[in-house]
């Protein structure tokens, strides 16, 4: 990434939009909205766009109020998009990520700047900022503006924005991804105003009783396959619906599965019958790369130890078709 060129065309003031992909989760919204903060701070004109929806346990995240949801504000976001002078896209690197956005962000005749984690990026920006190796595209949204000079201008909003990604992205600092400067960083926030205790139980500790037992459920639900090492959760629309399910109640239930001694690759398969498919997030321990597992099977990716897929076949079918998978890496998950 050129970052002096970046910075020239950031020195006058700018229409931007920012914008990241489907079902944002926090790392998504946390970069998304402190890179807004940033370049508001500096003059430029910005817009968070997301293509829908995200769940209630983000939206409290300073200026979430402003984000615009393409799903909802079709017209606004699109009219935003068209004019904008520079598009961030952010936490995603293929444009196929961002949903129904893709058409018209494909179609804009502007500059696209990329800052993204992600494997295999695609072509489509100007400028891009890409490292696999990074915790979290919030902490490159940190080290994006440590680069441009500007860390003095990290307000308490932007230093818990960038907080809640990393937290988030991190399993609470726990992923291997995790390194001492990531550490050095979230120190670098509290200092700068991030209440880290605040954060945690705003997006931790707001459970409600339906989403509660819904764990319950995926709990009863959960399957292991010694033999590969392997554990999975269905969860079907109907058991959904019994639990007034919302976007992001089965947020982190997948690991549960991977928590268990002895387990080292773990799936959740969800039912989706608005959009007619079966929603899948896979994660590993070690050396088990699920990224390349789901782009193999699934119609994925993600990241080495974490990563995401669907289905186009009915629950049973998408098991079935899983478990016959498995026999072809049985050495690799008995490694």
């Known amino acids: 990434m050129n970052i002096k060129e970046i910075k020239e065309l950031l020195s006058s003031p700018k229409n931007i939009v920012i914008t990241t992909h489907k079902n944002p989760d926090g790392d998504a919204i ?15 004109h910005a817009t968070v766009i997301t293509p829908n929806e995200y769940p209630d346990f983000l939206k409290w995240v300073p200026g979430e109020d402003t984000v615009i949801k393409f799903s909802c504000d079709n017209e606004v976001s699109k009219s935003k998009i068209k004019e904008a002078d520079i598009i961030f896209t952010l936490d995603f690197n293929h444009l ?5 956005m893709e058409s018209d962000l494909a179609n804009a005749n502007t500059t696209f700047i990329m800052i993204d984690h992600h494997q295999q990026p695609d072509g489509y920006a100007k400028y891009m900022y890409s490292d696999v190796g990074m915790s979290s595209t919030c902490q490159m949204i940190y080290h994006f503006i440590e680069n441009l000079g500007d860390l003095d201008n990290i307000t308490p909003e932007i230093a818990t924005c960038i907080y809640v990604g990393i937290m988030t992205d991190t399993g609470s600092f726990r992923f291997r991804s995790t390194t001492s400067t990531t550490h050095q960083v979230v120190a670098n926030l509290i200092d700068r105003g991030a209440d880290n205790t605040n954060i945690h139980e705003n997006v931790y500790d707001t459970n409600t009783l339906s989403r509660l037992q819904l764990r319950g459920v995926a709990l009863n639900n959960l399957k292991v396959l010694s033999e590969y090492k392997t554990a999975y959760i269905t969860m079907s629309q109907k058991e959904l619906d019994q639990h007034n399910f919302k976007k992001g109640d089965t947020e982190g239930f997948v690991n549960m599965g991977l928590s268990i001694v002895g387990i080292k690759f773990a799936a ?22 699920v990224n390349e597992f789901s782009r193999d099977y699934f119609e994925g990716g993600g990241h080495h130890n974490a990563a995401g897929g669907k289905s186009n076949l009915s629950l049973s079918d998408t098991v079935d078709k899983f478990i016959s998978i498995l026999p072809s890496y049985k050495k690799l998950l008995n490694q």
């Open 30 to 44: 946390g970069s998304s909205l402190a890179l807004y903060h940033y370049l508001t701070s500096i003059g430029h």
């Open 96 to 100: 196929s990520r961002s949903g129904d």
């Open 268 to 289: 959740i398969f969800i039912e989706n019958k608005k959009e007619g498919i079966i929603k899948i997030s896979l994660r590993s321990k070690g050396d088990f790369s």
